[in-house]
């Protein structure tokens, strides 16, 4: 498991993250110089250069993303220029795209970012561009809400890109896309003008994924283990009955595919976040504030609890739980993780991920003071990112354009690339794994400059 230093703060990361911000400009530089648009959206490196990869465009958000969180930490203008531009240019389609489950990748990580920094007084809006990237966030929100399948107990769930019958542990990620639109008043009108609230489908969305994606030890079926999450669950659409777990990029629906656990665990406690800003009145007929949070954070907790549990000392999570090849590993729970094995690969875009959600639950639940499990989470969270800001995970190398090394892609297909001489994946980059990292890198960097609280929605939180 995880071994946390209590020694270790934000502050003492303040060396490494300024060479992180270094090394982060460089490599968007460096994929900007060479990638062309027609080439579609970077997904992973093959050899130290990013390659795309035909599925949907799910990672093009993070690619223009990187640049306005790199302007946001080092107020260097240019990247804001970029991520304006570019988000301007390229990712309008994205709005109405009516078949995927990644609104909260895409938009937010561009219009989103962008309309954080408006909210926060960071930028001066540009003629319009504050109205137009409120439309965009309205019109994201709904097009994703859409996205809908009722289940049997009158809930419902953001349905994945395979299909109605389809729910992604993914997904809870992308109620930021609902969370932003709701703020800005906008609703979803169905047939007939029916009216439907984006922070209901929110809050029915995080109840089954929490229901269906999350186990706590009770007993649900012979692999029941608390915090164990499963990467989809199967439904019947026609009845909206649950059938089964399953996954599409982990080992077997009975073993924790690592990305999919991280992103319950950051996607739950951003959520609960959120909730903060919500009035009461409007959480009433939610069933109340009480109980929204208690599901929530019974996820969050749950899941964070697994990692830290599953996770070797260092904070890098191999690629799932399950995978077979750690038996031939020994303790390997016992030990930092090793991404030049010749068994299993490590995912360190799924320890980024998780990095933040440990952060951002142990600062929830640390908000009123000092609390034994919120300091757990935090230290925990701590102990990652430092581990990601170190080799052999930080790319320091200028010929490679990636920037946190031995990320996994999508092992069941063999989509990764593996080098000569090994056995599995490993010393490449992806988009989101990239991304996740600046994102985290960012958290800490406001934390010690003692700026406002890094949030999705922006102001109010604290």
Not at 138 to 147: E, F, L
Not at 333 to 357: C, M, R, T
Not at 375 to 404: C, M, N
Not at 429 to 436: A, E, F, L, N, V
């Amino acid at each position: 498991m995880i071994h946390f230093d209590n020694d270790l703060s934000p502050e003492g990361l303040e060396n490494k993250l300024k060479y992180f911000w270094e090394l982060s400009a460089a490599k968007i530089d460096a994929l900007e110089s060479c990638w062309r648009p027609d080439q579609g959206a970077p997904v992973f490196t093959v050899q130290g250069k990013y390659a795309t990869r035909g599925w949907t465009e799910w990672t093009q958000g993070f690619q223009f993303g990187s640049a306005l969180l790199q302007f946001d930490a080092t107020g260097d203008v240019r990247f804001l220029q970029m991520g304006r531009e570019k988000t301007r240019l390229s990712m309008s389609s994205h709005l109405t795209h009516m078949g995927v489950h990644d609104h909260g990748f895409n938009n937010i990580s561009t219009y989103g970012n962008l309309w954080r920094l408006l909210q926060e007084g960071r930028i001066q809006a540009s003629p319009g561009e504050e109205d137009y990237c409120e439309v965009a966030l309205k019109c994201s929100g709904a097009v994703q809400a859409r996205r809908w399948t009722r289940l049997a107990d009158n809930g419902g769930f953001i349905y994945s890109f395979n299909g109605p019958h389809s729910l992604f542990a993914d997904t809870i990620r992308s109620l930021r896309s609902l969370a932003i639109a709701h703020l800005l008043g906008q609703t979803l009108l169905e047939e007939q003008d029916e009216r439907v609230s984006l922070l209901e489908r929110l809050v029915q969305h995080a109840r089954a994924t929490a229901r269906y994606s999350v186990y706590y030890g009770e007993g649900r079926d012979s692999y029941d283990e608390h915090g164990r999450v499963a990467h989809e669950s199967i439904f019947n659409p026609n009845n909206g009955v649950y059938r089964c777990p399953n996954t599409q990029q982990g080992y077997s629906p009975f073993t924790t595919w690592t990305r999919g656990l991280a992103w319950i665990m950051l996607g739950f406690a951003e959520e609960l976040e959120f909730l903060t800003v919500c009035s009461d009145s409007e959480l009433i007929a939610l069933a109340g504030r009480d109980s929204i949070e208690s599901i929530m954070l019974s996820a969050a907790k749950a899941a964070s609890d697994y990692y830290i549990k599953n996770t070797p000392t260092d904070g890098i999570p191999y690629w799932d739980t399950g995978a077979p090849g750690l038996a031939k590993l020994g303790n390997y729970l016992d030990k930092p993780a090793d991404p030049f094995n010749p068994h299993e690969p490590v995912d360190s875009s799924a320890a980024a991920i998780a990095a933040q959600g440990l952060l951002r639950l142990g600062h929830y639940l640390n908000r009123d003071g000092a609390n034994s499990e919120g300091e757990r989470y935090w230290r925990a969270g701590l102990r990652v990112f430092e581990t990601l800001l170190s080799k052999p995970y930080l790319s320091t190398d200028s010929t490679h354009q990636g920037l946190i090394l031995h990320s996994v892609y999508h092992r069941p297909k063999g989509w990764d690339y593996i080098p000569s001489g090994s056995s599995i994946p490993q010393g490449e980059s992806s988009m989101w794994g990239d991304y996740h990292a600046r994102e985290v890198a960012l958290y800490l960097h406001r934390i010690i400059r003692k700026e406002p609280y890094y949030t999705f929605f922006g102001k109010g939180f604290n």
